[in-house]
């Protein structure tokens, strides 16, 4: 009777495993919203923490650089055979508790079930029930990744080709300041709305694909020097100095951009455990005198700008306190390059634990 009573709860165990597997599969990458996994954050924090053992010997942000670029792509790759291990576990507990003679018999089963071998004959219904079931879903959870490697590459593909753009308008790092001064020079300071309408697009893209296929934070750009995450900084700045400083028509567009892109910084925080106030107030990381060297770049530069500079001051700080301490913290996370008011002070992230987070709502 214990041997019977054992056997059902070894089977179910294995039940489980291949259940909990095959959920994390589908949250990964079927499921179209925000939904951590368990099994897949531990991949991921795992594989970074080899790589934290290669960075310490890598001294040059371009020697970080070019491990980092492998942390994401291996990281998606290490996924799917910890998955096939799962499932390989599972059913051979489900083997063992169905009567298979040992645990190497139901390995063997199980391995040749999963891999589609058919070395291991499979004598019973029972088994043959398995066996069929475990091929079946071992081809589903590797097509799962080969299929959705071209979605992952067709969302930075789009994510990179406005990052790339933007090097033509704000400079290399990017630059609020260096933005406008170009924008005068060439006579399209009336041109901004343009601006702000498509990259409050960007953001609205950017955290759909950043929370349903996280990985993508971390997909490095093709040049060294150019990051989606200091982009998005520089282009938040240019709009919170269009919005506060710059002696131009409001435009509400650019209101609407900044509203769309600390939304944006936040749900994707949200999603990696960071820590930020949903209603932001006080100091910011910007020094009142970096302001007022920006300030004075851009009045050397023949742009204009509202007379109140400490009236100014204070909206610019009103509107960068919204994605101040997000921005900094997501340039840490991803190893951004330097670039002026975002990474060049950013926070750097410890290890997240080996847990769920917490979800919190974003304003």
Same mark, same amino acid.
């Given at each position: ?8 709860? &070894?089977?179910?165990?294995?039940? =489980? ?31 970074? !923490? ?21 942390? @994401? ?23 063992? @508790? ?10 063997? =089963? $199980? ?28 081809? #589903? ?17 789009? !994510?990179?080709?406005?990052?790339? *753009? ?10 609020? &300041? ?7 020079? *060439? ?32 997909? +490095?750009?093709?040049? @060294?020097?150019? $990051? ?23 435009? &509400? ?5 900044? +509203? ?5 910084? +936040? ?7 960071? =820590? ?9 990381? #910007? ?8 300030? $004075? ?19 610019? &700080? ?6 101040? /301490? ?21 926070? /750097?992230?410890? /290890?997240?634990?080996?847990?769920? !987070?917490?979800? /919190?709502?974003?304003?």
């Amino acid at each position: 009777m214990l041997e019977i009573v054992g056997r059902i709860v &070894v089977f179910a165990v294995g039940v =489980a495993i291949v259940a909990g597997t095959f959920l994390s599969a589908v949250r990964t990458f079927v499921l179209p919203r925000s939904a951590p996994d368990q099994l897949t954050r531990v991949i991921f924090l795992l594989v970074r !923490r080899c790589f934290d053992i290669v960075l310490r010997r890598a001294p040059a942000y371009e020697d970080r650089d070019r491990v980092m670029a492998l942390y @994401a792509p291996l990281a998606l790759l290490a996924m799917p055979p910890v998955w096939l291990i799962c499932v390989l576990s599972g059913y051979m507990a489900m083997y063992w @508790a169905i009567g298979v003679a040992s645990w190497r018999a139901a390995f063997r =089963a $199980s391995g040749s079930s999963l891999l589609t071998l058919g070395f291991a004959p499979l004598d019973t219904l029972g088994e043959t029930m398995l066996g069929y079931s475990e091929a079946t879903l071992g081809l #589903i959870l590797v097509a799962l990744l080969i299929a959705y490697l071209p979605t992952i590459y067709g969302a930075f593909q789009k !994510r990179e080709t406005a990052v790339t *753009l933007l090097e033509v308008r704000a400079g290399s790092p990017p630059s609020a &300041v260096e933005l406008f001064l170009r924008f005068q020079r *060439l006579k399209r300071m009336d041109k901004l709305n343009e601006l702000w309408t498509s990259w409050e697009i960007w953001f609205s893209e950017v955290e759909e694909s950043h929370t349903s296929l996280p990985a993508l934070a971390f997909f +490095r750009s093709p040049q @060294a020097d150019h $990051s989606w995450i200091t982009a998005a900084g520089a282009v938040l700045d240019a709009a919170a100095l269009s919005a506060s400083t710059i002696d131009i028509p409001r435009d &509400v567009q650019a209101d609407l951009c900044i +509203r769309a892109g600390y939304l944006a910084l +936040r749900r994707i925080a949200d999603f990696f455990d960071i =820590a930020h106030d949903t209603n932001p107030s006080g100091t910011i990381s #910007i020094s009142r005198a970096e302001f007022d060297g920006a300030c $004075s770049q851009l009045e050397a530069g023949g742009v204009a700008l509202k007379p109140d500079r400490d009236q100014a001051w204070r909206d610019f &700080v009103g509107w960068r306190v919204n994605y101040d /301490r997000v921005l900094l913290a997501l340039c840490g996370l991803t190893m951004a390059p330097w670039a002026p008011w975002s990474s060049d002070r950013s926070l /750097r992230i410890g /290890r997240a634990p080996l847990k769920l !987070r917490n979800r /919190r709502a974003a304003g």
